[in-house]
């Protein structure tokens, strides 16, 4: 949140007494909820996830319509091999990346919806120089 709100930060360095005890018993579980900890610290501060969704919707579908006129133009040139099968898959990677980018506008949306709904404060004020009239 400090650097959320544009405090300054700064990391200390610690250095750490090697252990006394063997090794580390702390698996499974525990390890799980801290790594999923993270990732909703990750999304709580940062839309950046759901931009990633669209930005993967374009470039899929960018490159599955390049490989749908590739396949044009082979089926001119050279003719067929498999008689429907690299059409058949183009085209389901072609929808298939059209779903990613719907979804991914949508996504961009619920972050918009998201960010409004946590209701932060445009400014934090630091000191109030003029004491307001009453």
């Known amino acids: 949140m ?4 544009g405090f300054k930060t700064t990391e200390i360095a610690i250095e750490r007494a090697p252990r006394f005890a063997g090794q580390s ?3 499974g579980t525990s390890l799980v909820r801290v790594v999923i900890h993270g990732f909703q610290s990750i999304f709580a501060y940062s839309t950046l996830p759901l931009a990633w969704v669209s930005i993967l919707g374009v470039f899929t579908s960018i ?3 390049i490989a749908l006129i590739v396949m044009v133009v082979l089926w001119f040139t050279i003719g067929v ?3 429907g099968f690299g059409t058949i898959v183009a ?3 072609f929808f298939f990346s059209i779903t990613i980018l719907v979804l991914g506008i949508i996504a961009q949306y619920i972050g918009l919806i998201y960010e409004e709904v946590k209701e932060r404060p445009l400014y ?3 000191d109030i120089l003029i004491s307001p009239s009453t």
């Open 81 to 83: 091999p498999f008689a």
């Open 25 to 27: 018993k702390w698996l």
């Open 2 to 5: 400090g650097s959320w709100v």
């Open 63 to 65: 490159t599955s319509f």
């Open 91 to 93: 085209l389901i990677v």
């Open 124 to 126: 934090v004020i630091e």
